[in-house]
């Protein structure tokens, strides 16, 4: 399985690496970006990986830009150490939404629920991201007309 991690913080990257490769020595992690502008071009630039393991917020902005920018028909585990009221949205519509610090059982359940789904990339379309993306900011809105 091919994982491409796109997360901005040195020692979560790492992190993330070790515990895929924990899980499954056969991981092979093509590649680690810190940023929507690399992610962006990565995956303009390259083969699909099999999974996205993608930071919500990243330095120059949300990884929900990278969808917005370019069709990406990835299956993907999203993380942060925050923004709570996605993770209903997220259970639904993608394959996993875990909390930071990553912990080997969080990321281990989510890998054997991608294992489980048998995802078919051709399968996968774009308009779920757009879902998952229209939900949070959803609840982005309904969260400030609260305040």
Same mark, same amino acid.
């Given at each position: 399985?091919k994982?491409?991690i796109i997360?901005?913080e !040195?020692?979560?990257?790492?992190?993330?690496?070790? *515990?895929l490769?924990e899980y +499954?020595?056969n =991981?092979n992690?093509v590649?680690? $970006? +810190?940023? $929507?502008?690399?992610?962006? /071009?990565?995956? $303009?630039?390259?083969?699909?990986?099999?999974l *996205?393991?993608?930071d919500?917020?990243?330095?120059d902005g949300?990884? #929900?830009d990278? #969808?917005k920018? =370019?069709?990406?028909? /990835?299956?993907?585990?999203?993380t942060t150490?925050y923004?709570? !009221?996605a993770?209903?949205? #997220?259970?639904?519509n993608?394959? +996993? !939404? *875990? *909390?930071?610090?990553?912990? #080997?059982e969080?990321?281990?359940?989510?890998? /054997?629920k &991608?294992?489980?789904?048998n &995802?078919?990339?051709?399968?996968?379309d774009?308009?779920?991201?757009?879902? =998952?993306?229209?939900s =949070?900011?959803?609840?982005q809105?309904?969260i /400030?007309?609260?305040?």
């Amino acid at each position: 399985m091919k994982v491409l991690i796109i997360e901005d913080e !040195y020692h979560s990257a790492q992190r993330a690496k070790s *515990l895929l490769l924990e899980y +499954d020595q056969n =991981i092979n992690v093509v590649d680690t $970006v +810190d940023s $929507v502008e690399k992610a962006t /071009n990565w995956l $303009v630039k390259h083969q699909e990986p099999d999974l *996205l393991l993608v930071d919500i917020h990243l330095a120059d902005g949300s990884s #929900f830009d990278i #969808f917005k920018k =370019i069709p990406v028909k /990835n299956p993907v585990i999203f993380t942060t150490a925050y923004d709570q !009221y996605a993770i209903q949205a #997220f259970k639904i519509n993608s394959i +996993d !939404y *875990l *909390l930071k610090p990553l912990d #080997f059982e969080d990321l281990s359940q989510a890998l /054997n629920k &991608y294992h489980q789904l048998n &995802y078919d990339r051709k399968s996968i379309d774009s308009l779920d991201i757009q879902r =998952i993306i229209q939900s =949070i900011e959803t609840n982005q809105k309904n969260i /400030n007309l609260d305040f």
